[in-house]
């Protein structure tokens, strides 16, 4: 419980709390020759993630990429290990449901 959901739960706290902070554009020094210019690093989507995620705490590791990429505004496709494929359908049904429950397609995730 406390390796996985508890964990998982302060992501999703995190993420909800300075996700929006921590992507916003990024400026940067660009010295005294390009006073005229403007330098900032830009954060975009890249459109899907692929996640590979381990056997050991497959739900940790499956849900810990798809909140970071969902957020960022990807879509995820999730391969989770041979050993826990059986979890894996569970974990994807809940986070088509929250998906769908908060109006977003639940085809944006894949696992």
């Known amino acids: 419980l406390l390796g996985e959901v508890m964990t998982t739960c302060e992501?999703?706290?995190?993420?909800?709390?300075?996700?929006?902070l921590w992507l916003r554009n990024s400026y940067r020094p660009t010295g005294p020759m390009m006073i005229h210019k403007t330098a900032y690093v830009e954060?975009?989507?890249?459109?899907?993630?692929?996640?590979?995620?381990?056997?050991?705490?497959?739900?940790?590791?499956a849900l810990n990429h798809i909140i970071s990429g969902l957020f960022s505004g990807n879509a995820v496709v999730s391969k989770v290990s041979e050993h826990t494929s059986w979890s894996s359908d569970y974990f994807g049904r809940i986070?088509?449901?929250?998906?769908?429950?908060?109006?977003?397609?639940?085809?944006l995730v894949q696992t």
Not at 43 to 61: C, K, R, S
Not at 95 to 107: E, Q, R, T, W
Request: glycine content about 10%; some cysteine; aromatic content about 12%.
């Open 43 to 61: 954060y975009v989507p890249f459109g899907v993630l692929g996640v590979i995620a381990p056997w050991n705490y497959p739900f940790h590791n």
């Open 11 to 20: 992501k999703i706290r995190c993420v909800n709390a300075n996700g929006e």
């Open 95 to 107: 986070v088509s449901a929250a998906l769908l429950v908060n109006g977003h397609s639940p085809d």
